[in-house]
């Protein structure tokens, strides 16, 4: 049973997660089947699909470590601001990092398939935000703590929640727009709801880290040559392409959003430079929060960045 | 017996287990529960599932609304402003008979317009609303019924966050959705009147007295508090200023500040508000829990997708496969909430019926579809003998048991259902404005 | 048992009134820094907080509720059974929401203390998620005993 949050057209679910299932599917010979609920339709919130997961109720999720603030708190080191430009890079950078010191950390309760990040994050907003001062009192839906955090540091008004619910809020107006890359604004036809559009130069503003993850004891129970079937569908090449579909996905719905009228504006580097110097205490505040719980955060974002410059990301 | 034959046997079950007097919630939650269980061969998905799934099932934002507009019902009631709406509303239209009604289907519809929830607003309205028509001389069980159909009406209104969630499933265009659903939802409130208007002709006994004429002046005037905070609040969350649990809560303020520089609300009567909303919030979000926990289980046992895959087994031409389709919306309104349904259904039936030729245009066969649909999924919320509105409502009048609402609220089923047919027969209807 | 049911709704009530007023003052805040007033703004977190309040809210409304049996239910199909047999009936859902609410409260238990585990917070106050869940399980272990209560006790 594969539990997930978006309706089963949507992008992530049609074109990374089907693939990746009927593959397993197809190569046992029809020995596992995966039975596919779109949309929490097995109930909960997105939030709960960890706790689904270890309490075995489902036997994959995918989901963003960002929806459940405080328990992965390693993972969150991809999510700082300004640090990734490429999604298939970082997506490997992630797995790398992960295998080495998050599967038996953050992630050591669950078996990882994959680990991924989205294309640059973008702010999708009613009204148009063009410089760091647009920011002030806009709410904005944040995926994360991170992120939040980088919200109020920018200026703006952070709700964190989840994607399903980011449509009803901007319909009643609980929020005046949310940051998503662009793929995520086709399933839940944000564009549509809210006009204006800012996108960064070079590194993105953010991206938020993804997890498909399998109930340990399920994978464990399975025979060898059975787990060796998932591992051959999943890992670091399926975390890249994941990646770097879900990047190549962001320019269909760009192009959709400027045919629809929609402002799309790419701030000047100089702008852009503007909001990193005031995202910077973001960084600060989160290395003093990990040096908190004995992470050595410094140590990591350096390890974070080597990967990231190493596989071009 | 296999999962989807549990699935389908749950629903007689649990609607033998709400016939013999089980509170809906329980039921529900019991057969959902006991499905789960015997599905998946142990109890343990539905204990690992209840670890979250009560606190987040009420740790909502949104539903917040709720107990806020409860509140605030309260405090209106108490404050005398209901009344003073009433008196005002029945000067104008109160020597019109069953004109009394006909405003409470109008403010029901504009409630049910900004709030989001049909039960939301079936619970305001039968708070504020009910205690006042019945003053009036209105029997309660047609009180009952016109509330509760009139609760209905809201999910057609922009901003109706129902159809921004269908717009999702179907990939379909908000802005025409939003469009193509006002004249159907025009034409429900219109078909109310008639209903209202004939009912009253047939049994002139449902609907108190015609009164005088007159007084409209003062009536009005001494309405002005209410008019404001109400103006405030549909007026705030219309214009964007804000959402809707925003609105809940200044209106809760309003009111209850009024009531007390009214001298309406002492130490006694806040008490009694508040137990009195605890009563009738707690009731509901009971209901939504158990509703939680069935959906679960009929999505666990792939209900709807079997059911789509029989369908398509049969063979039937487009419009008998509509019409199925329709009937099973109407049944499944007896003991689910409109979003769940959309949610757990759309995303089997929307293929089903977009392979099918109508002789309309893709993107116009899912508009006209998204609203049929909303209309018989909230029919559902009304039909006798199960529907949520009406439990809802009546729960909140101990006086007034749910089979007196029975016989009034199938007239306003049967405008419903014409409504339906109209609509099928002529698309257009839907389509024209876009 | 009336008095405990009674003053946890009222507990819940405050929280309620608690909760209106927060919000009414960020939407004053936010009314007030649109007209330009610097240092005024909303409620920071408002969102996080009433996610939070009104599940326990709704927790601590669940006694009186009980006690009041202010559940819907449809009387149509027993209203011709002799008295007896709906004293029976009232009795015996009486019982199943006792039990439903004793799972109910304790499964919120053990959602507590995984969530104490896991070390999951709110977005943007980190507030451990669990104390708002020990909140909610203290107002449901309450529930609990005032339905068996309720359900044993001689009036059914
Ligand atoms: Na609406
Ligand atoms: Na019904």
Not at chain 1, 118 to 123: E, K, N
Not at chain 2, 225 to 251: H, K, M, N, R, S
Not at chain 2, 396 to 420: C, I, K, M, N, Q
Request: with cysteine.
């Amino acid at each position: 049973r594969l539990h997930q949050f978006l309706p089963a057209q949507s992008f992530v679910p049609a074109n990374i997660l089907d693939p990746w299932a009927d593959r397993i599917e197809a190569d046992s010979g029809g020995r596992i089947k995966i039975e596919r609920y779109p949309s929490m339709q097995l109930g909960g919130k997105p939030a709960d699909l960890v706790d689904q997961l270890l309490d075995g109720v489902v036997d994959i999720i995918w989901t963003l470590p960002g929806y459940t603030p405080g328990r992965f708190p390693r993972s969150e080191a991809f999510e700082l601001p300004f640090l990734v430009a490429d999604a298939e890079g970082a997506s490997r950078a992630f797995w790398e990092i992960a295998e080495a010191e998050m599967f038996t950390t953050d992630f050591k309760d669950m078996h990882i398939l994959g680990t991924w990040v989205h294309g640059p994050g973008v702010i999708h907003s009613a009204r148009p935000v063009l410089r760091l001062e647009d920011m002030a009192g806009l709410k904005l839906r944040a995926p994360s703590r991170i992120t939040a955090q980088l919200l109020e540091g920018l200026g703006a008004v952070a709700l964190g929640m989840a994607v399903p619910a980011v449509p009803e809020a901007l319909a009643k107006g609980v929020i005046d727009g949310a940051l998503l890359p662009w793929e995520v604004t086709s399933s839940i036809r944000a564009a549509e709801l809210v006009h204006n559009h800012t996108e960064f130069p070079g590194r993105a503003v953010y991206v938020a880290t993804f997890i498909l993850a399998m109930n340990t004891g399920r994978y464990e129970g399975l025979p060898p040559d059975l787990r060796a079937i998932i591992d051959a569908a999943s890992g670091a090449a399926f975390s890249a392409n994941a990646g770097r579909l879900q990047q190549g996905a962001d320019a269909p719905m760009r192009a959709e959003a400027v045919a629809a009228g929609n402002a799309v504006v790419v701030l000047s580097e100089a702008e852009a430079a503007r909001w990193q110097a005031a995202a910077e205490p973001v960084v600060t505040q989160w290395l003093a929060e990990m040096a908190a719980v004995g992470i050595d955060g410094a140590g990591l974002l350096a390890r974070v960045k080597a990967a990231l410059a190493a596989h071009g990301a | 017996m296999s999962t989807l034959a549990l699935g389908f046997a749950s629903f007689p079950l649990l609607l033998a287990l709400i016939f013999a007097r089980a509170p809906i919630g329980l039921a529900m939650f019991a057969v959902g529960a006991a499905g789960l269980t015997l599905a998946t061969g142990s109890p343990a998905m539905v204990l690992a599932r209840l670890k979250t799934e009560s606190f987040s099932t009420f740790s909502s934002y949104s539903l917040a609304v709720i107990p806020m507009f409860l509140l605030m019902g309260q405090f209106a009631t108490r404050g005398g402003m209901s009344r003073a709406l009433f008196r005002a509303a029945g000067a104008w239209v109160g020597h019109w008979r069953g004109g009394l009604a006909m405003a409470s289907v109008a403010a029901s519809a504009g409630f049910g317009a900004i709030c989001g929830s049909s039960l939301a607003t079936a619970a305001t309205m039968g708070q504020v609303a009910l205690p006042e028509l019945k003053r009036a001389g209105y029997t309660g069980g047609f009180s009952v019924a016109t509330l509760a159909a009139g609760g209905t009406l809201g999910i057609l209104i922009p901003p109706s966050v129902v159809l921004v969630i269908y717009a999702i499933l179907t990939e379909t265009n908000i802005a025409r959705l939003f469009l193509a659903a006002l004249l159907p939802g025009l034409l429900a409130a219109a078909g109310y009147g008639v209903v209202i208007a004939l009912y009253v002709r047939r049994h002139p006994e449902a609907a108190g007295a015609p009164q005088p004429r007159g007084g409209r002046g003062r009536a009005t005037l001494a309405l002005w508090p209410v008019a404001a905070i109400f103006a405030l609040v549909v007026g705030g969350i219309w214009g964007g200023w804000f959402t809707p649990t925003e609105g809940a809560a200044v209106g809760a303020a309003g009111t209850g500040l009024v009531a007390w520089a009214g001298g309406g609300l002492g130490r006694a009567g806040l008490v009694e508000a508040l137990l009195e909303t605890a009563r009738a919030s707690a009731m509901i979000f009971f209901i939504l829990l158990g509703a939680a926990l069935y959906n679960g289980f009929l999505a666990f046992a792939r209900v709807p997708q079997e059911l789509s895959a029989f369908v398509v087994g049969l063979g039937l031409g487009p419009f008998a496969v509509l019409g199925l389709i329709l009937v099973f919306y109407l049944a499944l309104g007896c003991v689910m909430d409109s979003l769940s349904m959309i949610l757990l259904t759309i995303p089997i039936f929307w293929p089903l019926v977009a392979g099918l030729d109508f002789g309309l245009a893709g993107a116009d066969t899912a508009v006209w579809f998204g609203v049929l649909v909303l209309i018989v999924v909230e029919v559902g919320l009304v039909t006798p003998p199960v529907g949520m509105n009406l439990f809802v409502i009546c729960a909140l009048d101990r006086e007034t048991p749910a089979s007196a609402a029975y016989g009034p609220v199938l007239w306003f089923v049967a405008s419903d259902l014409a409504r339906v047919l109209l609509l099928v027969a002529f698309p257009g209807i839907v389509l024209f404005l876009l | 048992m009336r008095g405990l049911a009674q003053g946890l709704a009222l507990v819940g009530g405050a929280v309620l009134l608690a909760l209106v007023a927060m919000v009414c003052a960020s939407v004053a805040g936010n009314a007030l820094a649109r007209l330009g007033l610097a240092g005024f703004g909303p409620v920071r977190a408002g969102y996080e907080l009433v996610e939070l309040g009104v599940a326990f809210v709704v927790f601590a409304f669940l006694p009186l509720a009980q006690l009041d049996r202010a559940h819907a239910t449809v009387e149509v199909f027993t209203a011709r059974l002799p008295a007896r047999a709906n004293a029976a009936l009232m009795r015996f859902w009486a019982l199943g929401m006792a039990a439903a609410m004793v799972l109910i409260a304790w499964r919120l238990g053990a959602g507590t203390s995984a969530k104490a585990r896991s070390g999951e917070t709110t977005f943007l106050l980190a507030i451990p998620v669990w104390w708002a869940y020990a909140a909610c399980t203290a107002a449901a272990a309450v529930a609990a005993l005032v339905a068996t209560w309720d359900a044993l006790r001689a009036r059914p």
